[in-house]
């Protein structure tokens, strides 16, 4: 009985953002192709190449991440607040299922996103550029550590806020900024001593990283460091959410 309410769960959170497939994964491929098209070969061309590969092909693999994020944490952070605001949290909360598989259900549907999306922008790349990707295995695993801290982070972000202002918020002033100096559009090699030093306190540095290794074999710091930082946060804000589930945070008003 447990489990038939947990996949019920999940279910929900599946069809809630496949039914809406023209909002949640249409427009991440255009925006995708819209900076291959912009930044590859517009940009691109003047210049020439970035260790050892084409800028379009160097910025793919941060392209892919930053898709992911913004998707996994769309996802979760826009069905928990939705739920809060019209009280259908509480029927979630009388369901036969523990704090965990609450917790857990939210963030698959955010990961399952998440990897749909990020599995979408590599296609692109091997069919538009021909892209090769070095170790799908490894590739999948970064991809998957990514949608779920990003999807644990939209469930964090979605009991905190007290309105859609709060959300926007923490997308436009936090996970934006690191993003983009995350070494997404460059690599940090490139940068004075002084940045070069900053950037290595972005988390989302070593998700990028990790990815970009991946795919093309080339990382500017160990990859076993990067995959570290991604399981303890994955660990770290996972139990947060079941926590905040467990004490009820801002979940009945």
Known sequence: ???????????????????????T???????????????????GASI???????????????????SVITNAYANTSTSLFMARMDRSIENTLIAPVTYFQ??????????????????????VGI????????????????????????SNLGIISALQAEGW???????????TPLVYLGGVFYSIQMLPP?????????????????????????????LSLSLGILVFLTIATFAICVWLFKIGYKMVT
């Not at 084409?54 to 693999?61: A, E, G, H, K, N």
């Open 1 to 23: 009985m447990m489990y038939q309410g947990f996949f019920t769960l999940i279910e929900r959170e599946v069809y809630r953002f496949s039914r809406l497939s023209r909002q």
């Open 25 to 43: 994964i249409f427009p991440p491929i255009i925006t995708t192709l819209l900076f291959i098209f912009i930044f590859g070969f517009s940009l």
């Open 48 to 66: 020439r190449q970035i260790e050892g590969f084409s800028y379009i092909m160097f910025i793919l693999p941060g392209l892919a991440s930053m």
């Open 102 to 123: 609450m917790a857990l259900s939210l963030a698959i549907g955010g990961i399952l996103r998440g990897l749909v999306i990020g599995l979408i922008t590599l296609l």
């Open 127 to 150: 069919f538009s550029v021909h892209l090769k990707v070095h170790d799908w295995p490894l590739t999948l695993l970064v991809l998957t550590l990514s949608s779920i801290i990003f």
């Open 165 to 175: 202002d709060s959300i926007a918020m923490f997308t436009n002033f936090l996970i």
């Open 194 to 222: 002084f940045w070069h030093k900053v950037s290595l306190i972005n988390p989302i540095f070593y998700l990028v990283d990790s990815l970009r290794y991946s795919i093309l074999g080339t990382s500017a710091v160990a």
